[in-house]
């Protein structure tokens, strides 16, 4: 099965929807990153939630990039997403390993530790809009459920989970995020908390072979879901040869004529996708020549 998105609303318009499946990307960025279980589950979560986040955008150049940093070893997690299904993202270190949890479940709360999570939604303007809460459990679903009622004052579940093979491969990932509409009625939030108390699991569902829209048809039995949109979605990274000059440029002319002198080779390796470029004497003299032609 394609990895894919859909985004629904109940009849009576009192709570919209989103679930995504994302077995294939998250799996391609596993291989990618070379990423430990504990590694991969907290990206592979965050990679969902990111293009669930990034269907609420409003125009085609907008961006999201959700970005979680803690005590704990997994240091730093990162995804970006945008209104059109991609997304890329990292873990800073990726070849943590710990102990289960004391459920039996990879301990991914550990891994993260305490600290913050921050969302950046990118519209484009001079200035992003950037927000900003602690971490609750680190275990990201929780974290952003937290965000959403304190940051945009919305009533939001999410479930997001990553399940292995016997062989550390991807057996399904994914994620579902419902939220309450403000004129939406009790009668509404009672079958919703109570779907939402007998779910099992994203990867539950999954695993035996259910899609998107079985999924939030659990999640919203008794409130004839009616989908709107169906989207295919793919880990994707833009990142170029001109981008990395362009990055390179940002460290001054100082720093460039210290790097021509010394006469070395300058090997730039996308923290995202992992592809390398090599920058030599001649691209340093270049841009050096374009900021003195720029002052």
Do not use: W
Request: proline residues 3%; negative net charge.
């Amino acid at each position: 099965m394609k990895d894919y998105l859909v985004r629904g609303l109940t009849k009576n318009e009192e709570v919209r929807a989103f679930a995504v499946t994302t077995k294939n990307l998250v799996e391609e960025a596993r291989k990618i990153h070379d990423n430990s279980p504990i590694a991969a589950a907290a990206l592979g979560r965050t990679l969902s939630a990111a293009l669930i986040m990034g269907d609420m955008l409003k125009n085609e150049k907008d961006l999201i990039t959700i970005y979680i940093q803690g005590d704990g070893p997994l240091k730093q997690v990162l995804a970006t997403a945008n209104d059109r299904g991609e997304v890329k993202g990292y873990v800073s270190n990726p070849d943590v390993i710990l102990p289960p949890n004391k459920e039996g479940h990879l301990n991914v709360g550990g891994g993260i530790g305490k600290g913050t999570l921050t969302v950046v939604k990118d519209y484009g303007l001079k200035e992003p809009y950037v927000s900003q809460v602690p971490l609750v459990t680190g275990e990201i679903a929780e974290d952003l459920t937290y965000y959403f009622a304190q940051s945009e004052q919305t009533p939001t579940a999410i479930g997001l989970g990553v399940l292995f093979n016997k062989d550390v491969t991807i057996a399904a990932a994914g994620g579902f995020l419902v939220q309450l509409m403000p004129h939406a009625s009790e009668k509404t939030v009672e079958i919703l908390e109570r779907n939402l108390k007998g779910f099992r699991s994203v990867t539950d569902v999954y695993r035996e072979g259910k899609t998107p829209e079985d999924l939030l048809s659990l999640v919203l039995e008794g409130l004839d879901v009616q989908f709107t949109e169906r989207k295919e979605v793919r880990f994707a990274c833009h990142c170029s040869r001109e981008k990395g000059l362009r990055g390179l440029a940002t460290l001054g002319r100082e720093t460039l004529q210290e790097l021509l002198t010394e006469g070395k080779e300058q090997e730039i390796t996308c923290e995202f996708c992992g592809k390398k470029y090599i920058y030599t004497t001649d691209d340093f003299r270049k841009i050096i020549e374009l900021l003195d032609n720029n002052r």
